[in-house]
């Protein structure tokens, strides 16, 4: 190929001269390529991610934690919300109900000659539009209405979410993962409540309240979701150990206050000192019944009965 720089030249340039004791230089040797060793590469330690676990977490791993056990699953209910919406929804029905009423009494009061009807839906649709679109419009806002209040109505049946449970999201939000503005819904906590509500008897609820029993071994839960394994100072417990444990507490407390009172009366004559016997043991019935069962004050009051029943025969066979 020619590159054209202008026109040519009468004279020829020299070539390049060379001295016959110098010799070409020879090729330079490749320049090697910089391996960047793994200390040279920015890694993220585990120390790191605690400091900002607003990036490397978040409301991935927030959520996911949450999802993984009805007992950090919480929520609010909405409650001074909800009631002002309804309020709200009822006022604009009360409206329309107004409406109505006063279409109805101007058709009342009409002459005859008018021609006014109240008995026709279709003659209202084709004469009296305003009366027709109200009927349209109060149909919708009563479903919507019924609706809500049927869905609230469920959420508000839900009892409060015990101050464990939100002591357990308030620790794992220690760690700054949420931004502290939108976590601010757990200081309403007479407004929280839980995602699926444990029916626990006193009893339960007393041994579920030490959180050295949640750390044992005995009652820790093998859980599969990798996000609350992952997820440092989290411990899950088995539900069905605590209710295992409660149970068997309240059965083995049954045999006790069946049996002792007994074998006490098999070694006491006096009839003055079994009724003692008898009624200290019926008022320990009774405050255990309250205090250990889920039971009624009835329930409870019936089951006492029957256990003074089953004391008095065996009192009567010893005569």
């Known amino acids: 190929m020619t590159y054209n720089h202008g026109p040519a030249s009468s004279h020829s340039l020299p070539g390049p001269v060379t001295a016959s004791s110098s010799s070409l230089p020879s090729t330079s040797p490749p320049i090697p390529l910089q391996t960047l060793s793994p200390s040279s590469t920015f890694t993220t330690t585990s120390q790191d991610k605690r400091k900002a676990a607003w990036k490397y977490?978040?409301?991935?791993?927030?959520?996911?934690?949450?999802a993984s056990e009805d007992d950090f699953f919480l929520f609010r209910r909405f409650g001074d919300l909800n009631s002002r919406t309804i309020l709200w929804m009822q006022d604009r029905i009360t409206r329309v109900e107004n409406d109505l009423r006063r279409l109805d009494?101007?058709?009342?009061?009409?002459?005859?000659?008018?021609?006014?009807?109240?008995?026709?839906?279709?003659?209202?649709?084709?004469?009296?539009?305003?009366?027709?679109?109200?009927?349209?419009?109060?149909?919708?806002?009563?479903?919507?209405?019924?609706?809500?209040?049927?869905g609230y109505a469920k959420v508000r049946a839900r009892p409060r979410a015990d101050k464990r449970l939100v002591e357990n999201v308030e620790n794992w939000l220690d760690r700054g993962a949420i931004d502290p503005e939108e976590s601010s819904f757990l200081r309403h906590t007479d407004d929280l409540t839980s995602i699926h509500h444990r029916t626990l008897p006193p009893l339960g609820r007393w041994l579920e309240s030490f959180a050295q029993l949640h750390r044992s071994s005995f009652f820790r839960a093998k859980h599969g979701n990798d996000a609350v394994q992952k997820s440092s100072g989290t411990t899950i417990s088995s539900n069905s150990r605590f209710d295992l444990v409660t149970n068997t507490?309240?059965?083995?407390?049954?045999?006790?206050?069946?049996?002792?009172?007994?074998?006490?009366?098999?070694?006491?004559?006096?009839?003055?000192?079994?009724?003692?016997?008898?009624?200290?043991?019926?008022?320990?019935?009774?405050?255990?019944?309250?205090?250990?069962?889920?039971?009624?004050p009835a329930e409870v009051v019936a089951a006492a009965a029957a256990y003074a029943a089953v004391l008095m025969v065996f009192m009567q066979v010893q005569k």
Request: charge should be neutral; charged fraction near 20%.
């Open 57 to 66: 977490e978040g409301y991935k791993a927030f959520s996911s934690w949450m």
């Open 249 to 296: 507490s309240i059965i083995f407390g049954g045999l006790v206050m069946l049996l002792a009172p007994l074998w006490w009366l098999e070694y006491v004559n006096d009839s003055a000192k079994k009724l003692a016997v008898m009624t200290g043991f019926i008022c320990v019935f009774v405050a255990l019944g309250s205090v250990a069962t889920v039971n009624r």
């Open 105 to 150: 009494e101007m058709v009342h009061k009409s002459k005859l000659a008018d021609n006014l009807r109240n008995d026709s839906f279709r003659w209202d649709e084709k004469w009296m539009t305003q009366r027709h679109a109200h009927m349209v419009e109060l149909s919708q806002l009563l479903h919507h209405y019924n609706q809500f209040i049927d």
